[in-house]
């Protein structure tokens, strides 16, 4: 059985960026092999992972689109979906990466997104632990692509309004029966020691579990700039440690 971690956000707070610290501290814990899932159809966890994700379900979705409509498919529509998506995965060293991408073409993107919950269902169970970058809000949990998640990461920015967005994010959860084990907010680019005012109250609002604070980091800062892998942080990275408490909060 996998342990589900789902980190949502707005846009531009640097969730890509704490999914990409969550695989690394994961993998450094011992907690491996982990599944990272991008959702966001920007894609950019692979890069903040240091990989390259050629293929996508996107992609799949459009081929076997193309693929049936030509009549060349000897398969299945659902089988060749699926088998497009597992050749989608990305294999690296302590994880592996999935896609969601971009449907380039017209048409419903439902039945997609069905076969990706299916596929990683299946997926899933050869993991001890999965890490899923939404894109912005959670809008890939309202299609649910996944039935339940055992920690809901919130992410904001250190400002009045970004960490208000987190109340608006957590109502949206609850009004959409979304299952969650545990609550976690996580304040990015902290500027001081203590925690903005702001964020205290959005965890009375939300009853959060746990309250992180990352603090306004300049390493991190300029890997982002160079496209430098998060995986190569420095242990001693002051987010990283931050974070460690959190991975090691998880258990197993």
Not at 3 to 31: D, H, N, P, R, Y
Not at 72 to 88: N, R
Request: glycine share 10%.
């Amino acid at each position: 059985m996998s342990f589900m971690i789902a980190v949502s956000g707005k846009g531009g707070v640097g969730k890509t960026t704490i999914c990409a610290m969550i695989v690394k501290q994961l993998i450094e814990a011992g907690k491996k092999p982990v599944l990272a899932i991008d959702a966001d159809p920007n894609s950019c966890l692979d890069a903040a992972l240091g990989v390259c994700a050629l293929k996508s379900v996107g992609a799949a979705r459009e081929a076997v689109r193309d693929e049936t409509q030509s009549g060349l498919a000897g398969i299945s529509k659902t089988e060749m979906l699926q088998m497009k998506i597992a050749e989608s995965l990305v294999e690296s060293s302590g994880f592996d990466l999935i896609s969601m991408g971009r449907p380039e073409g017209a048409g419903c993107y439902c039945y997609a997104s069905n076969v990706l919950k299916s596929v990683i269902q299946e997926l899933s169970s050869q993991y001890p632990y999965v890490v899923l970058d939404n894109e912005a809000g959670l809008e890939n949990l309202s299609r649910r692509i996944v039935a339940n998640v055992d920690v809901l990461v919130l992410v904001s920015d250190s400002s009045n309004a970004g960490i208000r967005t987190l109340g608006r994010l957590h109502a949206l959860a609850l009004e959409m029966g979304l299952k969650y084990g545990k609550l976690v907010l996580v304040i990015n680019r902290v500027r001081g020691t203590e925690p903005p005012a702001a964020a205290v109250e959005a965890v009375k609002e939300t009853g959060a579990d746990a309250l992180i604070c990352l603090p306004d980091d300049a390493q991190i800062a300029e890997f982002a700039e160079n496209a430098i892998s998060f995986l190569k942080l420095p242990s001693e990275n002051a987010v990283l440690k931050e974070l460690d408490g959190f991975i090691k909060g998880l258990g197993g």
